[in-house]
């Protein structure tokens, strides 16, 4: 299955400080080494880690796929269409959240959504959408004319979070998931069910599935079971595992994970 890496968060630390360290272009280079089969940033509107020469540099000196993941913002696609990287991902942005927060809302938004991937496509950009998982939205998706889906794990990784480490036990406690060890795994098994069967119906559909959001060194084995599930997209933990092992190694034991038998 494919490695996708996210190196979002080399650049959050780089703008911490508004300088050129840690530098995207190296992470670029050593993630490519150490076994990433693709490359994905998001360029956000508040520009908040990727800039738009980060995306510019990236997509000329990859020497695997990028994927660039942006909103449904005319100016932004218009940036996507001009660097034309190897696929574009939708999905929502709203300003105030640390991380995208859910699937994109296929129903309200349409038209815009119709509109940005014919205009990609035009500019022989494939379409993944970011949507969270379920039949209807691997309908919807495939009735937009996206090309791949990306399955949002996040609250998987929530439920698991809060099942199997310390995170109810933190300040960062998921206030809504504070539930018995039972319901739980309860949700969790129906949650890994409600992801199955979203890629098998993709499948079905004729789409790509790819999936991503929280997916971490434990918890990623549960998404490698899934053999309609082609590629995965992973970013914060890989980076915070390197603050203790770098890059490279944490690449490497990703690749390995995520390699199936
Ligand atoms: N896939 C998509 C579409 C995302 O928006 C993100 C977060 O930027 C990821 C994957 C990676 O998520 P994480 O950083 O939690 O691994």
Request: glycine residues 4%.
């Amino acid at each position: 299955m494919k490695l996708g890496v996210n190196i979002d968060h080399v650049a959050v630390l780089r703008e911490a400080r508004e300088v050129n360290d840690p530098d995207i272009l190296q992470a670029l280079y050593v993630a490519c080494q150490s076994g990433a089969d693709q490359i994905t940033i998001h360029l956000r509107e508040d520009r908040r880690h990727i800039q738009d020469i980060d995306v510019k540099n990236i997509v000329m000196l990859s020497k695997v796929p990028v994927n660039l993941e942006c909103a449904i913002d005319k100016d932004i696609i218009e940036i996507v269409c001009q660097n034309k990287p190897h696929r574009a991902t939708l999905v929502p942005e709203k300003r105030h959240e640390i991380t995208t927060e859910g699937g994109l809302e296929l129903y309200n938004h349409s038209e815009d959504i119709k509109t940005a991937i014919a205009k990609l496509n035009a500019s022989e950009i494939p379409v993944s959408l970011f949507v969270d998982p379920s039949i209807e939205t691997m309908e919807k998706s495939k009735e937009l004319g996206a090309q791949m889906v990306e399955l949002h794990t996040g609250h998987f990784a929530n439920l698991f979070a809060m099942l199997n480490s310390s995170l109810p036990y933190s300040n960062h406690s998921i206030k809504d998931l504070e539930l018995s060890r039972q319901t739980l795994e309860q949700e969790l098994a129906n949650e890994i069910e409600k992801i199955k069967t979203a890629a098998k119906h993709a499948v079905g559909l004729g789409l790509e599935v790819a999936a991503g959001h929280g997916l971490n060194y434990h918890n990623v084995y549960k998404m490698v079971k899934i053999s309609e599930i082609i590629e995965l997209n992973i970013g914060q933990s890989i980076v915070a595992r390197s603050v203790f092992t770098g890059l490279q190694s944490a690449v490497k034991e990703m690749k390995k994970l995520t390699t199936r038998r």
